[in-house]
T-cell receptor
């Protein structure tokens, strides 16, 4: 089944404890992206990747890191989480970076993160 | 950058009636406008999209219209059904960056 998977689905952690949220897609998509969803603010892009070893900042990159060493994986790293990073996080992928993102994005099921 | 405003934030409609969600964007160079539906506990899913060279697009009970001059686009759902209850997001893209609206919670009541 074609899908985007994220792990973990739920995470409660404490301020300053490094964490990684994994994202994997099995559709051979070039483009991958991370979003956070907050009430009243919709979905805001954190980072995106056009292809392996190519990443760029979205609108709210502060406090986050990403890497794209393999085509299928795009982990989101919070080196020192803070309470304002409590949010619902979505990973997404799309077929091609041609057209710079003008393709259907397939979203994962989301990761609910709480930072105490 | 792009700024997308979406209205209303909540919309309650009776089953069988129509629902309309409106979005405006700020960057006239934006050229792709998708709409995503998010059901409870799931990630958003594309339901329809429109490109800047088209004024209207339909897919069964769903239609999207685009007014480039006024920089606004709308989602129309006709003959609403309970399964249309969800959060709907509009978005605009320019040079690879997808900017989402804040979302509209649609509730279809029997």
């Amino acid at each position: 089944e074609a899908q985007v998977t994220q792990n973990p689905r739920y995470l409660i952690t404490v301020t300053g404890k490094k964490l990684t949220v994994t994202c994997s897609q099995n559709m051979n998509h070039e483009y991958m992206s991370w979003y956070r969803q907050d009430p009243g603010l919709g979905l805001r892009q954190i980072y995106y990747s056009m292809n392996v070893e190519v990443t760029d900042k979205g609108d709210v990159p502060e406090g986050y890191k990403v890497s794209r060493k393999e085509k299928r994986n795009f982990p989101l790293i919070l080196e020192s989480p803070s309470p304002n990073q409590t949010s619902l996080y979505f990973c997404a992928s799309s077929l091609s970076s041609r057209g710079r993102g003008e393709n259907e994005q397939f979203f994962g099921p989301g990761t609910r993160l709480t930072v105490l | 950058g792009e700024n997308v405003e979406q209205h209303p934030s909540t919309l309650s409609v009776q089953e069988g009636d129509s629902a309309v969600i409106k979005c405006t964007y700020s960057d006239s160079a934006s050229n792709y406008f998708p709409w995503y539906k998010q059901e409870l506990g799931k990630g958003p899913q594309l339901i329809i999209d429109i490109r800047s060279n088209v004024g209207e697009k339909k897919d069964q009970r769903i239609a999207v219209t685009l007014n480039k001059t006024a920089k606004h686009f709308s989602l129309h759902i006709t003959e609403t059904q309970p399964e249309d209850s969800a959060v709907y997001f509009c978005a605009a893209i320019r040079w690879g960056k997808l900017q989402f609206g804040a979302g509209t919670q649609v509730v279809v009541t029997p």
